[in-house]
Nanobody, 116 residues
Protein backbone atom coordinates (compact mmCIF):
# COMPACT_ATOMS: atom_id res chain seq x y z
CA UNK A 1 0.00 0.00 0.00
CA UNK A 2 1.39 3.36 -1.04
CA UNK A 3 1.45 6.09 1.57
CA UNK A 4 2.13 9.74 0.86
CA UNK A 5 3.07 12.31 3.48
CA UNK A 6 3.04 15.97 2.52
CA UNK A 7 4.69 18.85 4.29
CA UNK A 8 5.59 22.48 3.72
CA UNK A 9 2.26 24.26 3.53
CA UNK A 10 1.47 27.39 5.47
CA UNK A 11 0.58 31.06 5.37
CA UNK A 12 2.59 33.42 3.21
CA UNK A 13 2.16 36.92 1.86
CA UNK A 14 1.59 37.54 -1.82
CA UNK A 15 4.88 37.45 -3.68
CA UNK A 16 6.38 35.01 -1.22
CA UNK A 17 7.55 31.44 -1.66
CA UNK A 18 6.85 28.02 -0.23
CA UNK A 19 8.25 24.58 -0.90
CA UNK A 20 6.05 21.53 -0.61
CA UNK A 21 7.43 18.05 -0.12
CA UNK A 22 5.77 14.67 -0.49
CA UNK A 23 7.48 11.53 0.74
CA UNK A 24 6.23 8.22 -0.62
CA UNK A 25 6.50 4.76 0.83
CA UNK A 26 5.22 1.32 -0.07
CA UNK A 27 5.68 1.47 -3.83
CA UNK A 28 8.30 1.63 -6.57
CA UNK A 29 8.59 5.38 -6.61
CA UNK A 30 10.97 5.75 -9.53
CA UNK A 31 8.64 3.98 -11.96
CA UNK A 32 5.60 6.15 -11.44
CA UNK A 33 4.30 9.61 -12.18
CA UNK A 34 4.14 12.01 -9.28
CA UNK A 35 2.05 15.12 -9.22
CA UNK A 36 0.59 17.98 -7.26
CA UNK A 37 -3.05 18.93 -7.41
CA UNK A 38 -4.95 21.61 -5.55
CA UNK A 39 -8.49 22.28 -4.50
CA UNK A 40 -9.81 25.68 -3.52
CA UNK A 41 -13.08 26.08 -1.60
CA UNK A 42 -16.04 25.52 -3.88
CA UNK A 43 -13.87 24.42 -6.79
CA UNK A 44 -12.86 21.13 -8.33
CA UNK A 45 -9.49 19.59 -7.73
CA UNK A 46 -7.09 20.61 -10.50
CA UNK A 47 -3.68 19.58 -11.71
CA UNK A 48 -0.88 21.93 -10.73
CA UNK A 49 2.09 19.98 -12.09
CA UNK A 50 3.27 16.44 -12.60
CA UNK A 51 6.49 14.67 -13.46
CA UNK A 52 6.80 11.24 -15.04
CA UNK A 53 9.39 8.55 -14.39
CA UNK A 54 11.14 9.86 -17.51
CA UNK A 55 11.13 13.37 -16.05
CA UNK A 56 8.57 14.74 -18.49
CA UNK A 57 6.85 17.66 -16.79
CA UNK A 58 3.50 19.37 -17.19
CA UNK A 59 2.33 22.56 -15.55
CA UNK A 60 -1.04 24.20 -15.47
CA UNK A 61 -1.05 27.50 -17.33
CA UNK A 62 -1.80 29.35 -14.11
CA UNK A 63 1.50 28.36 -12.46
CA UNK A 64 3.92 28.22 -15.41
CA UNK A 65 7.00 30.28 -14.74
CA UNK A 66 6.28 30.49 -11.01
CA UNK A 67 6.21 26.86 -9.78
CA UNK A 68 8.79 24.14 -10.26
CA UNK A 69 8.20 20.44 -9.71
CA UNK A 70 11.09 18.06 -9.10
CA UNK A 71 11.67 14.57 -7.81
CA UNK A 72 14.42 12.80 -5.92
CA UNK A 73 14.11 9.07 -6.52
CA UNK A 74 16.79 8.29 -3.95
CA UNK A 75 14.57 9.89 -1.29
CA UNK A 76 11.23 8.80 -2.78
CA UNK A 77 10.21 12.44 -2.61
CA UNK A 78 8.59 14.92 -4.95
CA UNK A 79 8.82 18.67 -4.41
CA UNK A 80 6.90 21.72 -5.52
CA UNK A 81 8.76 25.01 -5.31
CA UNK A 82 6.22 27.82 -5.42
CA UNK A 83 7.45 31.35 -6.06
CA UNK A 84 5.66 34.63 -6.65
CA UNK A 85 2.62 33.29 -4.86
CA UNK A 86 -0.73 34.94 -5.46
CA UNK A 87 -3.91 34.94 -3.36
CA UNK A 88 -5.54 32.79 -6.03
CA UNK A 89 -2.99 30.05 -5.26
CA UNK A 90 -4.73 29.56 -1.92
CA UNK A 91 -5.93 25.96 -1.75
CA UNK A 92 -5.34 22.57 -0.22
CA UNK A 93 -2.50 20.96 -2.14
CA UNK A 94 -2.51 17.20 -2.63
CA UNK A 95 0.32 14.93 -3.63
CA UNK A 96 -0.57 12.31 -6.22
CA UNK A 97 1.10 9.03 -7.11
CA UNK A 98 -0.11 7.52 -10.36
CA UNK A 99 0.91 4.00 -11.26
CA UNK A 100 1.32 2.25 -14.60
CA UNK A 101 -1.79 0.25 -13.61
CA UNK A 102 -3.71 3.54 -13.61
CA UNK A 103 -4.18 3.57 -9.86
CA UNK A 104 -4.16 6.90 -8.07
CA UNK A 105 -2.92 7.39 -4.54
CA UNK A 106 -3.41 10.67 -2.67
CA UNK A 107 -1.81 12.37 0.27
CA UNK A 108 -3.82 13.91 3.08
CA UNK A 109 -3.38 17.42 1.71
CA UNK A 110 -1.57 20.49 2.99
CA UNK A 111 -3.08 23.95 3.24
CA UNK A 112 -1.47 26.85 1.40
CA UNK A 113 -2.84 30.28 2.18
CA UNK A 114 -1.59 33.38 0.40
CA UNK A 115 -2.60 36.70 1.90
CA UNK A 116 -2.87 39.88 -0.13
Amino acid sequence: QVQLVESGGGLVQAGGSLRLSCAASGGIFSRNTMGWYRQAPGKQRELVADITSAYRIRYSDSVKGRFTISRDNAKNTVYLQMNSLKPEDTAVYYCNYYTSDRVNYWGQGTQVTVSS
